[in-house]
């Protein structure tokens, strides 16, 4: 059964061919996803990488977490599910923030 890891700490030069020549070592790589930034295209610094079993995923986490790959030490950690991830809060849906009610501001000249 394949195992899905986390790998943070990726350069942004890092490409998935990259990434999948560097998981080789440790076995078979069922796929590689760099996550990028919506706007720009540009990688966010992390990624997943899926192994064909649960004995390559856990020798990938033991020999190349910390590793260096592209200038940057990586991060190498079992996947969680999206579901068992804490819910974040802020940006733009987080709260009413700038409501300031009324209905403008007076008129100076009136001397009101």
């Known amino acids: 059964m ?16 990259t990434l999948k020549d560097f998981f080789s070592q440790a076995g078979a790589v069922e796929s590689v996803m760099i996550i990028t930034d919506k706007m720009s295209g540009r990688s966010k610094g992390f990624g ?4 064909a079993s649960d004995e390559e995923a856990q ?4 020999t190349l977490n910390g590793q260096e790959l592209d200038g940057r030490s990586l991060k190498i ?11 974040r809060s802020g940006g733009f849906g987080g709260g009413r923030g700038g409501d ?13």
Do not use: C, H, Q
């Open 2 to 17: 394949a195992k899905k890891l986390y790998v943070g700490g990726l350069s942004y030069n890092t490409t998935e061919e």
């Open 48 to 51: 997943f990488v899926e192994m």
């Open 59 to 62: 020798k990938a986490i033991e």
């Open 77 to 87: 950690d079992e996947a969680r599910p999206m579901s068992d991830r804490p819910r």
């Open 100 to 112: 300031r009610g009324g209905y403008g501001g007076g008129n100076r000249d009136r001397g009101w």
